[in-house]
Structure formats: structure tokens, C-alpha cells
């Protein structure tokens, strides 16, 4: 099915399922522990040995010699997969440094080597007594060293040219009675997911099965057969539960390719779990950034020129940060520039963590809207709604699908008490507490995806539904069963779904919050076709069929969808694919975030005492699913603003801080009292859903809601995050 004109009334308008706050339907298998994870299949794979990777010991170099000896003669061990033994390996298309080094290395932690044994102790202990030796060569880890070596990348389908430019920036800029001109940087961060990644790998044949915990099935198993050189059709991924992904299991890691090639070397199932320590290294991470903006208003305070220059580093071939393209749709102003630079750097490949390119870039640029309402002396909603606009800035003809950006700033002002907020900086006490409150904009784009799905109705007028789409947390089972229930007209319990299983239909996958409602579009297509065929069967010619409560009914015929049915039962495949829609209007997300903060005076402590988002979305599939996603994004934004940071030692080339001890998040004392509120709307252009996504949407702009948090209260205004009290004092 294409969807290229705005959808109109269907029935997933009846609203009787969808849009109702629903518990979780694999919430039990959850929290009971029955959920099997990529690495607990004993079920399929008992006899399954245990991996354990060995992470390069430089930066970048050269393997000189790799000495296997006593490891080979450790109890128990079975295989020791390396870069000289493991055949010629290809690349895969998401990944930019190779999954296993050899000779040449490319980056800290990069794996060398994986031993096989019978038990997990015995693996580890024999890959304690691998001895390498490396040539070690220079390499460049500095990304402020290297920023003026950075060039304009590559446009890229996802974010569009490095560059963009609109009217004469530089004059109106120069002209402007107001102006702000300042660098924010933001760290290197980890997606520090809960689930390590994890493979269990078996070969029958030629053909490869592997259990992993991935976000994007079909391009996995295009990367993994890529890699290990055989055909796509031979290799299988299962990946039904994933204990978070935030966009580090986007693609192929080494857990995936080493147990494929270790359960080929020791002739039987292999299971891989990067170890903890290993994956803020080995996996990657989000790109840390240096961002210029430069803001011109008049007296008034609207916006004439806004430019907004960022850099990032990543490997030879890899990608940038986009930081800067949030700017070139959320505010007004005549004149315009934005440009992206990408330096070389050899530290672990950078890529896309939750909401990249916006998360770090309104991280900077939220904080400059503030600074820029002081100077304007506005209050910083008031400031916003000023220079909202309402088309694309850099386009005037093209409008928004939607965008009530100014309805979630007023929303949240009320509904947060932004009034008793005292506009002077550090004044307000609270005993020993300095108060502050901060406001930042969310926006993220809205993605759409080509997803399909299968749908079968059984003797019993049971739905189950089958896609090769993920649940990283996200809720994902849920909406696609109460998408299929609203559909067929059954209750949510007769839904059964299967996901995460290249077997079946090809999905949109988890990734750049386009799931939600790319995935359940492309059920909504099935159900379609299922309800023609259901019609059909029951002999309905002509006219519109009402499926509900088990039953299909046409005027005042009606039968239970298990007669139809019948015994053999019905099944039918559809997808949704997406016209030109998108191109005529910007599809954006967009929200508002409250923070309050209190800073102890003496020791410069923060903690967060209030948050509120106000989202607009969409239609909101799942209210409770959704506020899940969103919270969950407000805590990382927190983590963003105030913890987390990978910590470069700029000689060796590597993230010091590489495990959980040393990289900081919330914990649950962390984090205060959250609300959030979706403005009720439905977007007709995104999907015959009408729905959006949440996921990303929400932590964009949470950091420099902090940020801005920080500095009502005690007027030190930081650039650099993670604003650690140090920065304070
Ligand atoms: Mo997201 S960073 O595309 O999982």
C-alpha cells in the first residue's frame, strides 16, 4: 500500500483500542524472566560453548604477532578465532572500522581475538593468557586539535547537505543591535544500554542462525552476510526482546560476527556478550561536538541572522554529528547559515545515539536561545514564541505538517508555575539552596519507514500478527497489538505478536523514533488487506463491512471472524511505503521542556527537583507506553546535562571511563518528579496512524533545560557540558 496523500477517516480512528493507556502485553514476560535475551537461549541452543572477545590493547597500529600457545592449551577452550585465522572478511555498510582487526588496528578495543571454551570461566581465563604484540602508530584523539583540519562530509540521506545558507548572514548579523556569539561543546557519550551486546550463533550447513539483540533486522542481516561473505538468504536473526539499544545496536557489532565465526571454528553453538568493560570502546558512541552560534535580533527581539557551525570527529569514512540541523527548522530569521565539519579522529567509530544530531544540538543551541532572551530582555518563553515561525525557515514555502511549538511553551508555563520564576539570576534561596528554573524547545524530525507486516486469522478468530520489526523497550508489541485489534475488531487478547525474526515480513525497524509509527502503518496495510479477504469470504460484495467485537457484520448480516475463517484459517502480507508527502510538508515533532533546579551554594551540588515535557507528537498510540519513553528520554537528558561524559586520554587514544563505575547516569535518586502531557492532535500526513514519534523527541532540549535550570539559579552560566559542579565554583 503507498500512502501518499493525507489520510483520511479509518478505523483506527474508532479509537476503542488504540489511544488507551495499555499495560505493556510483554510486560510479564518481563518482569517475570521469562523473556529469553539473545544470550539465555538454552532453549534453542543447549549445547552452546561461550565466546569471550579479546579488545586491541592501542589505538591504532599494527599486530605484529599474536602468540595463541597457552591460551590453545587453557582448560576447556575450543577455538580462538583471529584476524589470521578467521578467512577474508568483508565490510559491512553501517559499520566503518572492521569488527576485527588484524593486521591493522583502527581504534582502542577493536576486537583482536575471540576464544572459545566450554564454560564462560574458562573462556575469559584463556583470553587473560592471549599475548599480542603491536606496532603502535600516531593518532590524532583530540577533536579540538583537530577541528581546524575538519572538512565538509559527505550529505547523507538521513540529515541532508553539510551546508546551508539563506539571505546574507554575515551583514544582518553585523548590523544587529543585539547579538550572542558563543561555543558550546558537548562530550563523548555512551549508550550504556542495560543488555550488553549479545549473540548465540549456530551453523546448520551453510545457513547461519543467530540470536542477537538488534534494532534493525533487514539491514543486520545484510551487514552480517556481507561480512562473513555468504548470502543474505542464508543467514537468520532472532532478536525478540532487546534490553535497550538507544542506537548502539543500530547494526552489526562483534558479538554477532565473532560468534558466527567462533561457532564455525569450534563446530558448535556460540554465545558472545561484550563485556562490560569492552563495550564503550569496542561499540560506538555518540560523537562528542564543538558548536559556534551566532545570534542577531533587533531591539525587539526577533531574530535576523542565526548561524550555527558544528564539529565532530569520527574515523576515516565514518559520519558526523549533525548538531546543527535542528537550526535550520526551529525559529525564524531572514538570514541563516548552518554547517557541519567532520575532522579525523582515531578514537572508537562514532554514530547515532537517541536523537542524533538534535540531542547535542539543541543542547547548544537551547542554552544560546536563553542567553539571547536575557540580552533581549524577554522572558525566555516569551522569546521563543516570538521568533517561532510556522514555516520552514529556509524554505518559506513549505509548511509544517503540523507544529504547536508555542501551544507546548504556554502549556508548560501554566501547568509549571513558570511565573513565580524569578528572572534574576541567583537569587532565589531555598536554605541552603540556590533555585533556578529553565525552559528549553524540543524538536525532532518525524522519519517515516517502508514496513510490512503478515497478519493471520486462525479457526478460533485469533489475530497474529508477524514482523521482522524490534522492541527495544519502546512498547512496540503493544501498539501493534492494539493496531491489529483495532483493525479486526477483537480484543487486545486475541492479538498475538511475533517480532524481531527475519523471517518475517520486513519492518522499519527501531531507529530515529520512525518504529511506532512506521511499524504499525505497516500493520494498519495488512489488516486491510485481511479485512478485503475476510469480506470477501463472507460473501460481503459491496459496501463497508463493520468488524468488531468478533464479528463482521454488513447490514444486518453478521458473523463471527472464526466461522469466516474457518479452519484453514486467513492470512495476508502487505506494507506501507511513503510517496513524496514528506517533501511537501516538514514532518516534525516538537515539545517544551520545564526544568527545576536546586545548587547547593557551598558545594556547587545540583539536583534536579521537577521536570515537565509538554510533547507534541502526533496521534499518541499508547499514553502510557509513550510517557514511558518519555521519562525514560527526561532521565537521559539529565545524565546529558549533568554525568555523563566519556573521558579522552588524548595520548593513548581511548574513553578512559569504560564501564559503569566510571560513566555516570541517573539513578533513580537522580531523578525527581517527572510529568508529562501530550497536546492531543493527529497528524494526517505521517500515516493512516496519524501518529508520530515520541521516543527521541524527548530528550531533545532536557539538557539545556537543566543548563538554563542552572544558571536562574546561580548565575554561572556553563558552556561545556557536563556541567559538573567543578564548573560551578
Ligand atoms: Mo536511534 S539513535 O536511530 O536508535
Known amino acids: 500500500m503507498k500512502f501518499d496523500t493525507p489520510a483520511t477517516t479509518n478505523p483506527i480512528d474508532q479509537l476503542k483500542v488504540i489511544g488507551k493507556p495499555t499495560d505493556r502485553i510483554d510486560g510479564p514476560l518481563k518482569t517475570t524472566g521469562t523473556a529469553r535475551y539473545a544470550y539465555e537461549r538454552h532453549d534453542a541452543v543447549p549445547d552452546a560453548a561461550y565466546g569471550v572477545v579479546v579488545g586491541a590493547g592501542i589505538a591504532k597500529g599494527r599486530i605484529v604477532s599474536m602468540d595463541l600457545a597457552a591460551a590453545r592449551a587453557a582448560p576447556g577452550v575450543r577455538a ?88 546574507d548572514f554575515a551583514t544582518a548579523f553585523a ?64 532478536s525478540p526482546f532487546i534490553g535497550g539499544g538507544f542506537g548502539g545496536k543500530l547494526f552489526v557489532r562483534a558479538d554477532a560476527v565473532l560468534a558466527a565465526l567462533g561457532s564455525k571454528a569450534a563446530g558448535r553453538p556460540v554465545k558472545v ?20 552560534i551566532r545570534i542577531g ?57 537517541r536523537a542524533p544530531g538534535e540531542a547535542p544540538g539543541l543542547m547548544a543551541l537551547e542554552i544560546a536561545m536563553d542567553e539571547m532572551a536575557e540580552r533581549a530582555k524577554l522572558d525566555p518563553v516569551e522569546f521563543r514564541v516570538v521568533n517561532d515561525t510556522q514555516v520552514d525557515p529556509e524554505k518559506p514555502g513549505r509548511p509544517f505538517s503540523q ?22 539570576p541567583g537569587s532565589t534561596r531555598d536554605g541552603r539552596w540556590l533555585v533556578g528554573y529553565g525552559v528549553a524547545a524540543a524538536f525532532r524530525n518525524n522519519l517515516v519507514m517502508k514496513s510490512a507486516a503478515r497478519v493471520r486469522l486462525d479457526a478460533r478468530g485469533r489475530v497474529a500478527v508477524e514482523t521482522d520489526m524490534t522492541d527495544i523497550g519502546t512498547g512496540s508489541y503493544t501498539i501493534i497489538a492494539q493496531t491489529a485489534a483495532e483493525m479486526m475488531g477483537v480484543p ?5 505478536v511475533r517480532l524481531g525474526d527475519s523471517t518475517y ?20 496495510a495488512a489488516c486491510v488487506k485481511l479485512r478485503q479477504s475476510v469480506a470477501r469470504k463472507a460473501g460481503f460484495m459491496s459496501g463497508e463491512p463493520v468488524f468488531a467485537d468478533g464479528r463482521v457484520q454488513l447490514g444486518d448480516r453478521s458473523v463471527t471472524l472464526a466461522e469466516v475463517a474457518g479452519p484453514d484459517g486467513l492470512v495476508a502480507e502487505d506494507f506501507m511505503e511513503y510517496g513524496d508527502l514528506g517533501q511537501k510538508a516538514q514532518q516534525s515533532t516538537f515539545g517544551a521542556h520545564f526544568v527545576e533546579v536546586a545548587v547547593d551554594a557551598a558545594t556547587g551540588e545540583i539536583r534536579v527537583r521537577r521536570m515537565l515535557a509538554v510533547c507534541a507528537a502526533g496521534r499518541i498510540l499508547n499514553p502510557k507506553a509513550a510517557r514511558s519513553q518519555v521519562i525514560g528520554a527526561m532521565s537521559m537528558g539529565v545524565g546529558a546535562a549533568l554525568m555523563e561524559e ?54 531533545c532540549g532536557v539538557a539545556a533545560a537543566v543548563a538554563n535550570a542552572v544558571y536562574n539559579a546561580t548565575g554561572v552560566r556553563v558552556r561545556d557540558y557536563p556541567i559538573t559542579l567543578d564548573k560551578l565554583l
Not at 487486545?492 to 498475538?496: E, G, K, N, P, R
Not at 519492518?507 to 502503518?521: C, L
Open 80 to 167: 580462538i578465532v583471529t584476524g589470521a585465522n578467521a578467512g577474508k572478511l568483508g565490510k559491512g555498510n553501517f559499520n566503518t572500522a572492521r569488527l576485527l582487526a588484524g593486521p591493522g588496528v583502527q581504534h582502542y578495543h577493536q576486537a583482536v581475538a575471540l576464544v572459545v571454551a566450554d564454560t564462560f570461566e574458562q573462556a575469559r581465563a584463556a583470553a587473560q593468557l592471549v599475548r599480542v604484540e603491536y606496532v603502535a602508530t600516531r593518532g590524532q584523539f583530540d577533536l579540538s586539535a583537530a577541528k581546524d583540519g575538519a572538512k565538509a562530509p559527505k550529505p547523507n540521506d538521513f540529515s541532508g547537505p553539510p551546508d546551508t545558507a539563506v539571505g
Open 175 to 238: 548590523a544587529a543591535p543585539l547579538t550572542l556569539d558563543a561555543t558550546y561543546t558537548t562530550p563523548d557519550q555512551s549508550h550504556a544500554m542495560m543488555e550488553p551486546h549479545a549473540s548465540t550463533a549456530a551453523w546448520h550447513g551453510g545457513h547461519l542462525t543467530v540470536w542477537t539483540s538488534n534494532q534493525m533486522i533487514a539491514w543486520s542481516v545484510g551487514d552480517l552476510a556481507k561480512t562473513l561473505g555468504i548470502p543474505a538468504d542464508r543467514v537468520r536473526l532472532v
Open 273 to 292: 556478550a561484550l563485556q562490560r568493560p569492552l563495550m564503550m570502546n569496542n561499540t560506538t558512541h555518540r560523537p562528542a561536538t564543538i558548536q559556534r
Open 297 to 353: 535580533a533587533d531591539a525587539a527581539g526577533k531574530i535576523t541572522a542565526i548561524g550555527h557551525e558544528g564539529w565532530s570527529g569520527d574515523l576515516p569514512g565514518g559520519g558526523p554529528e549533525t548538531a546543527v540541523n535542528q537550526t535550520r527548522l526551529l525559529y525564524a530569521g531572514a538570514n541563516r547559515l548552518t554547517a557541519t565539519r567532520l575532522a579525523v579522529l582515531d578514537l572508537p567509530e562514532g554514530n547515532a545515539m
Open 403 to 424: 507544529r504547536r511549538l508555542v501551544e507546548c511553551l504556554r502549556l508548560g508555563a501554566e501547568r509549571f508555575g513558570w511565573s513565580r520564576r524569578n528572572p534574576r
Open 492 to 496: 487486545l487478547d486475541h492479538v498475538a
Open 505 to 524: 515480513p520486513v519492518s522499519a525497524g527501531s531507529g530515529g523514533q520512525w518504529g511506532g509509527n512506521s511499524a504499525t502503518a505497516g500493520v494498519y
Open 646 to 699: 566519556l573521558a579522552v586520554d588524548h595520548r593513548r587514544g581511548f574513553f578512559v571511563n569504560h564501564d559503569l563505575a566510571g560513566y555516570e547516569v541517573p539513578v533513580h535518586a537522580d531523578i525527581p518528579h517527572q510529568e508529562v502531557v501530550f497536546l492531543d492532535e493527529t497528524d494526517p500526513q505521517s500515516s493512516p496512524m496519524k501518529a508520530k514519534g515520541v521516543g527521541e523527541l524527548g530528550i
